[in-house]
């Protein structure tokens, strides 16, 4: 029985507030796993698994450096969240011009 590899999507990869504070983490720098379990109270183990799911997203890579294992950013699946999120930026646009202009109304 062969073996069946779940690819996670890139909405379902930055659902998660643990894996969104990864992507920051390494957006400037490429990390080893160490240095990224250190900054959150969660096993190694269960950080290994977010970063898995990152890099079956495509989100991230990994890279083997002597013993340890290095992730980096890699930006271009947050395109696809970007394209999305603004469609609906319309929408943000005109409820903030509406709550602009009840505070400024109320004040009055």
Known sequence: MKDTVIKH????????????????MLADKEMPIASIAEQFPI??????KHLHVLADAGLVQSKKVGRE???????????????WLSFFEKYWADRLSALK????NDEE
């Open 9 to 24: 999507d890139v909405f379902q990869a930055v659902a998660d507030p643990t894996r969104r504070k990864m992507l920051i």
């Open 43 to 48: 096993s190694r183990t269960a950080v290994n």
């Open 69 to 83: 294992t290095r992730y980096k950013l890699q930006p271009e699946p947050l395109k696809e969240l970007q394209k």
């Open 101 to 104: 202009e009840f505070v400024e």
